[in-house]
């Protein structure tokens, strides 16, 4: 018993020190950020994606040497990230308001074999596994985009957010898929 209270006692104390962290650097690096970023949507997302990967890095007791360093970095990184996807390729390129060429129907087999609907049965359970682990604000526009076929002027006006923002939470979402879904790609592709 005395083992487990001090387990209980460390986790206790990272999960101090972690709250204490991002309480006292969560203003300063969003401020950072805003600075590079004009939408300031992006600019929280881009935060929380840093927060995220530094809060698992720190509960894994990962050495960091430089916690400030290790922030100012991360977000550095990510803003480069958003203006590499910006330059390369257009959102509206990948997008379409069609059907036919929406990004979940262009996953699923049009088969009506067993195998295809097995096949289609596990993608379903892959991206609802998947969707759960998005922030909530990706999940539900990539939802009522994507799956509840609203446009983004409907999913702008039931929410009261603006279309950019709403793009671009989409397009994080679908870069968060992607990367959470790689080994469903890659079995899709190699049967091909």
Not at 82 to 104: A, C, G, H, M, Y
Not at 124 to 142: C, M, N, W
Not at 160 to 179: D, F, N, V
């Amino acid at each position: 018993m005395e083992t487990v209270s001090i387990s209980n006692s460390v986790a206790n104390e990272r999960n101090r020190q972690l709250n204490n962290v991002v309480r006292e650097q969560s203003p300063k690096l969003l401020n950072f950020i805003r600075k590079q970023i004009d939408d300031a949507n992006d600019a929280e997302d881009i935060l929380q994606d840093v927060l995220s990967g530094f809060s698992l890095q720190f509960m894994a007791d990962d050495p960091i040497n430089s916690v400030t360093g290790w922030l100012y970095r991360a977000a550095r990184n990510r803003i480069v990230d958003v203006f590499r996807r910006k330059k390369t390729t257009s959102f509206s390129d990948l997008e379409s308001d069609s059907d036919d060429n929406s990004f979940l129907n262009s996953i699923f087999s049009e088969g009506e074999s067993p195998e295809d609907e097995l096949w289609n049965a596990e993608i379903s359970t892959a991206i609802r596994t998947a969707l759960d682990q998005l922030p909530a604000e990706q999940k539900e526009v990539f939802i009522l985009h994507e799956i509840e076929g609203l446009s983004y002027s409907e999913i702008s006006q039931l929410t009261g957010e603006t279309i950019s923002a709403l793009t671009s939470r989409k397009r994080y979402a679908i870069g968060r898929l992607q990367m959470l879904l790689t080994d469903l790609y890659d079995d899709l592709n190699t049967d091909n």
